[in-house]
């Protein structure tokens, strides 16, 4: 299961570097750190029908995200994170619709507007 990988040591390990990478801060709009931090996936692969695993991406499909940061994403977003084929990077799961909420949430949650 997904939830068991995330205890596997190549994904903590791969997980450090994004907050390495990140400075241990939060990239959204609050810039915390010294709190619990998540090494959230913008996208998900998929290869031969079944997901990649998760340390096996590239650095910059992730972004270090505080806990509270990392709930409010997934609240809003009220789905799952988009899904793309590895080859193609066809998106699997996301129509037109969803991409449009998608942009408007990351936008608010990094403190843009439109205005």
């Known amino acids: 299961m997904y939830k068991d990988k995330l205890k596997d040591p190549r994904w903590k390990s791969f997980a450090k570097r994004v907050y390495a990478r990140d400075d241990y801060r939060c990239t959204f709009n609050c810039n915390v750190s010294g709190i ?10 998929k290869e031969n029908g079944k997901f990649v695993d998760p340390w096996d991406y590239p650095l910059g499909d992730l972004q270090t995200l505080c806990s509270s940061c990392h ?34 949430v990351e936008k608010l949650m990094k403190g ?4």
């Open 112 to 115: 843009e507007s439109d205005a």
């Open 71 to 104: 709930n409010i994403y997934h609240n809003l977003m009220n789905t799952t994170t988009p899904i793309r084929d590895r080859k193609t990077r066809k998106l699997l799961n996301e129509d037109e619709a969803y991409k449009k909420t998608r942009l408007i």
């Open 36 to 45: 619990p931090l998540n090494a959230h996936h913008r996208v998900y692969y």
